[in-house]
């Protein structure tokens, strides 16, 4: 009787890992409409650029759900054309692990991973990344204004197939941290910083020109202190996304670790990036971001989710560029974008990215509840130093490598324990059926470990 619960704790406690890059946002807020209101809180807030116009007839309203009906129609159907020359989607992904838990236990990874994978260059711990010319000052201007900048060719072929080479292998060795991601299905495979467990992720995060790019961008003009003293680069947090099945529809980013991310009134100490491995079909599977949306007011600091009308559009142009292999998209946390999924599947085609958060120059870590967990030692308030979130750019610190290499930082037990979190709320939505609006609705009121977001530092 024993061993059955303790393989049935050894399964729950496995099958927690990081959804919380997809856990329910703290509120969904509408916009389009006036007053804009959070369905789940309860409160409302005006927005001055918000245009009201009378409530439409009958007839009007019944045409214009025809005509949108009849416009969805006609993009699902350029979508499934373009599915079809990317690769054959009508059959089961080549690309999604097994979620048996037979497999589970015998062929999901556990601990660390060491697979042994050639950089392109010669390589010295610590030292500083591979240098670049990808950034120009068009693009800091463009990140500057528009909140979002597409850098094309960053990576060399040869950085490009190293870390789609490293990819393949952790999908075909999947790590047990992935796993409540993947029976989620809203991607094929999703695990949250794979550098702490794969050392080759780490040496791509590292050494590759992706850190450069993190260092120079970060002069856009937004982080004056960086400007004057030299810009410091860490990772937060961030995951490799494997094919995106049901998209995200527009909201802002939410899973950018400890972070103010210029929240409220702070200042802003983080920056999104994207590292393409693939090219991205032209109408989904790629981000489709609105310039200028960094600057909203509508959107409050703790909410993610907004609603998909004309008035959105109208307010903010969408980009058009189409991210390739080996380019990297850079954008504000409060930009507001969407990822349309594959439309009958991805089959045989694949869209892999590392889509992470750097911490940008003095950040401070922000003790909230969602990112919290102490094997790191780090108080709120404290500088953002530690192998749990390690320096970049202009170089590494050996002493945090140490700690990644010999495991210190990739079986932290808080790692696991996130996972368990993270499960609660995928039984809780999926197996009892309860919507992600009545999980908030019954959180509300609810005593956190949220404090005060701050921006100073010791």
């Known amino acids: 009787m024993s061993s ?3 393989l049935l704790a050894v399964l729950l406690f496995s099958t927690a890992a990081h959804l919380d890059a997809f856990a329910p946002a703290p509120a969904l807020w509408r916009s389009g409409t006036a007053p804009l209101r959070s369905a789940t809180v309860g409160r409302s807030r005006t927005s001055p650029r918000m245009a009201v116009s009378e409530p439409p007839t009958a007839t009007e309203a019944k045409a214009k759900k025809e005509a949108e009906a009849a416009a969805k129609a006609a993009i699902l159907e350029i979508r499934r054309a373009e599915s079809k020359q990317a690769g054959d989607p009508s059959g089961k992904s080549t690309t999604k692990p097994s979620v ?27 030292q500083a990344p591979e240098p670049t010319n990808a950034v120009t000052q068009e693009h800091l201007d463009t990140l500057f204004r528009d909140g979002v900048v597409h850098i094309p060719g960053v990576l060399s072929k040869e950085w490009l197939a190293y870390v789609q ?7 075909a060795n999947p790590h047990a941290l992935a796993f409540p991601s993947v029976i989620s299905n809203f991607y094929d495979y999703v695990q949250r910083c794979p550098w702490r467990t794969n050392m080759a992720y780490l040496d791509f995060m590292l050494y590759s020109p992706v850190a450069n790019v993190m260092g120079k961008i970060a002069g856009c003009g937004w982080f004056p202190e960086g400007d ?3 810009h410091e680069i860490r990772i937060s947090t961030d995951l490799l996304l494997v094919n995106p099945n049901t998209g995200l529809k527009w909201h802002q980013d939410e899973q950018n670790g400890p972070l103010t991310a210029g929240r409220g009134e702070t200042n802003l100490d983080a920056l999104r990036y994207w590292v393409t491995m693939d090219d991205t079909p032209l109408t989904f599977g790629g981000p489709v971001y609105l310039k200028g949306s960094h600057n909203n007011d509508f959107v409050h600091r703790d909410e993610v989710f907004v609603r998909d009308d004309a008035a959105l559009l109208q ?14 998209i850079i954008w504000h946390p409060k930009v507001i974008h969407k990822v349309e999924g594959a439309p009958d599947g991805w089959g045989t085609a694949k869209r892999r990215v590392i889509g992470g958060t750097a911490a940008i120059d003095r950040a401070v870590y922000q003790d909230e509840e969602e990112h ?10 404290d500088l953002l130093k530690s192998g749990f979130f390690p320096k970049i750019f202009p170089q590494s610190e050996l002493t945090e490598l140490e700690d990644l ?3 210190k930082v990739g079986r932290s037990g808080d790692l696991y324990r996130r996972m368990f979190h993270t ?17 908030q609705k019954n959180m509300k009121g609810l005593k956190t470990k949220i404090r005060t977001l701050t921006s100073t530092g010791p």
């Open 4 to 6: 059955s619960r303790g």
């Open 405 to 407: 290499r010999s495991g």
């Open 228 to 230: 004057a003293n030299g």
């Open 423 to 439: 499960l609660q709320w995928y039984v809780q939505m999926k197996v009892f059926g309860t919507s992600i609006e009545t999980i």
């Open 315 to 328: 307010e903010f142009a969408p980009t058009t560029f189409r991210a390739k292999a080996g380019d990297m």
């Open 165 to 171: 080479d490293v990819c393949e292998w952790q999908v």
């Open 100 to 126: 048996k838990p037979i497999d589970l236990l015998t062929k999901w990874s556990w601990g660390m991973h060491n697979a042994k994978f050639t950089m392109p260059i010669d390589v010295v711990e610590g």
């Open 372 to 381: 919290s967990f102490g094997a790191h030692g780090l108080k709120h308030g």
